[in-house]
């Protein structure tokens, strides 16, 4: 199958590295006509998209800032004409701890940038171009939305907000903007660090296909769900997972 996205133009949030970094160069590799990326440090954004060309424009701010969502979504509409594909990729989770025992202000912040921040993001892509002309979101969800995990209570929560986020969106939406998630298991990133850099290669044994997420797994699921080839695929939970839902028996970590 070749998957492509000639012609249309992306808005990837938390673009800056790890999943976002690898969904905006597959993007690319795609055919995407252009890529706004956002992230809160331009020392990092901006140098990503000086390397990856005129087709990419980087805004900084914060993920959770509503006049930041829709200054990014104008930069598209501005510079490409459309933002016909959202990404909701950027994501934190600031304290592990039980729910019973971590701070309050860190599951604020958590819920904040990873639920409450998407639904800031899809409504800005609406109302600047997809209520007119369509398109497709996908966000990023996590297997701990589907099943409860030691340590990461807060974020696990914040996912599952996604992932009934996601087919909230998709009913609301339908038929012109299809709206997809993908829910991730331990992907080698810095935001997972926590969970795999006491051992990489135990716990990637943990996983039925025997290895962590790369980056680029997720990315290729990503653009997937964004192309013409899912064209009939809306408020779907796409697990990205190593097997871990679909082939195993049992699995303490969360993604």
Not at 19 to 24: K, L, Q, R, T
Request: glycine letters at 12%.
């Amino acid at each position: 199958m070749d998957v492509r996205v000639d012609g249309r133009v992306a808005l990837v949030t938390g673009a800056s590295r790890g999943i976002g970094e690898a969904i905006v160069r597959e993007l690319l590799a795609s055919g995407a006509e252009g890529v706004v990326i956002t992230g809160r440090k331009a020392e990092t954004l901006e140098p990503l998209a000086a390397e990856l060309g005129e087709r990419v424009v980087p805004v900084v701010g914060n993920a959770t800032d509503v006049d930041h969502a829709q200054a990014a979504v104008a930069a598209a509409v501005d510079t490409f004409g459309s933002c016909d594909l959202l990404v909701n990729n950027a994501g934190t989770n600031p304290a592990a701890g039980t729910l019973m025992d971590v701070d309050l202000g860190a599951v604020d912040k958590t819920w904040e940038v990873n639920l409450r921040a998407p639904l800031l993001w899809a409504r800005a892509a609406w109302q600047a171009s997809m209520k007119e002309h369509g398109g497709a979101i996908v966000s990023i969800g996590s297997i701990g939305g589907l099943r409860p995990s030691p340590a990461i209570g807060a974020y696990n929560v914040s996912k599952a907000g996604v992932h009934h986020l996601t087919q909230q969106l998709a009913h609301e939406l339908a038929p012109s903007v299809r709206v997809n998630a993908v829910a991730a298991a331990i992907v080698r990133t810095r935001l997972s660090e926590m969970l795999w850099s006491w051992d990489a290669e135990a716990v990637g044994r943990a996983h039925p296909l025997q290895r962590l997420g790369e980056p680029e797994d997720v990315a290729r699921a990503v653009v997937f769900l964004l192309s013409d080839a899912a064209s009939w695929i809306t408020g779907v939970v796409l697990p990205v997972d190593g097997g871990v839902t679909g082939a195993s028996s049992g699995f303490a970590l969360g993604g």
